[in-house]
């Protein structure tokens, strides 16, 4: 039998490493590192799913851990990192992202109604906030006056500078 | 794994402990259709629905839910008289299935936001104006026909 290659796919996985407390805001935003972990042990893990909500933070949305795929994912990594919000509050992009892009939200974080907005000065924040920032400014547009929190432009504008 | 299922699993385990212990049932008519869900509970202690059982049917829409709406939840028709509830069709009026809804909010708190309602109803918009009326003029009135009504939906289903 004769394959011809004609396409090469890289595959990877990984998973965020994100401290205990760093919800409850006790470490700095320094301390967040992503790490790679054996594919093993995230399938491992996965076949305690159902005790997820009591061992494991889970993303208030979909309450899938995180480093677990939202609903929308069709695999572990498919594009489905977190975003940590200034209000402390931590959700899979997408989620979020499918929230805040109805019109009930009002643009509003879904555990605290405040005004969501990306952390500013976080590396795995950057390179979504020219998207939030639209998607914000839209939710805005069609909710005047906000329910909530106004949005502070300072922060989205001066965030991501350096 | 979508919300739902999610609910789904970890629900009868949940039902268990002593926090839920004033839900009799909850769970899908079919469980391979979690759209449909019928759910029971002891009415609010120190509350006219203290004693009586009460029926909810709750519809989901898998497609939304939870990220574009909450369940609908109606109670079981003509069964309970209060400010927030319409009569004839069960329908509830609450904020937190409507503009306060927020995807944090599982099955579990709806059903334990709708039993809060029942002991202490919201008089700014009702749907039902004359047991309004009745509820703020006249409150031992208002127990009486609560306790009638739900009486007489417990000896239509025996």
């Known amino acids: 039998m004769r394959i011809e290659v004609t396409d090469v796919s890289l595959v990877s996985t990984w998973a965020w490493d994100i401290p205990k407390d760093l919800s ?7 301390d967040q590192t992503v790490h790679m972990e054996k594919w093993e042990d995230i399938q491992n893990e996965d076949e305690d799913a159902e005790n997820d909500e009591e061992e494991y933070e889970v993303c208030g949305i979909c309450r899938n851990r995180y480093d677990a ?7 572990p990594g498919s594009g489905c990192p977190i975003v940590l919000g200034l209000c402390n509050h931590n959700f899979h992009v997408h989620c979020i992202k499918q929230w805040l892009s109805t019109e009930t939200s009002k643009g509003l974080c879904p555990l605290c109604r405040q005004g969501f907005q ?4 976080v590396l795995i924040n950057k390179m979504h906030h020219d998207e939030f920032q639209k998607l914000l400014m839209s939710v805005r547009q069609h909710n005047i006056p906000m329910g909530g929190g106004e949005i502070d432009q300072d922060v989205m504008d001066d965030g991501f500078i350096r | 794994m979508s919300r739902i299922v999610k609910e789904y699993m970890g629900l009868q385990k949940r039902l268990q402990t002593p926090e839920f212990s ?20 002891q009415g609010p202690s120190e509350s006219p629905f203290e004693g009586f059982e009460l029926g909810l049917n709750i519809t989901i829409d898998l497609e939304k839910y ?11 028709p003509r ?39 029942l002991a202490d109803p919201g008089l700014d918009s009702p749907l039902d104006l004359d047991i309004a009326q ?13 306790r009638y009504r739900l009486e007489e939906a417990r000896l239509a289903r025996v």
Request: glycine letters at 6%; aromatic letters at 12%; one cysteine or more.
């Open chain 2, 66 to 76: 939870p990220i574009s709406g909450g369940p609908r939840v109606l109670f079981e």
């Open chain 1, 118 to 121: 990306l952390r500013p000065n």
């Open chain 2, 79 to 117: 069964t309970v008289a209060h400010p927030n509830v319409k009569w004839d069709t069960g329908e509830i009026c609450l904020d937190l299935l409507k503009d306060a809804w927020t995807p944090i909010y599982t099955l579990l708190d709806v059903v334990g936001a709708i039993r809060d309602l």
């Open chain 2, 22 to 41: 004033w839900i009799s049932f909850l769970a899908p008519v079919d469980d391979d259709d979690l759209s449909e869900w019928v759910c029971r509970f």
């Open chain 1, 69 to 75: 795929t939202c609903p929308s994912c069709d695999y």
């Open chain 2, 134 to 146: 009745i509820y703020d003029a006249d409150y031992e009135a208002y127990v009486q026909i609560v």
């Open chain 1, 24 to 30: 409850k805001g006790k470490h700095g935003v320094a």
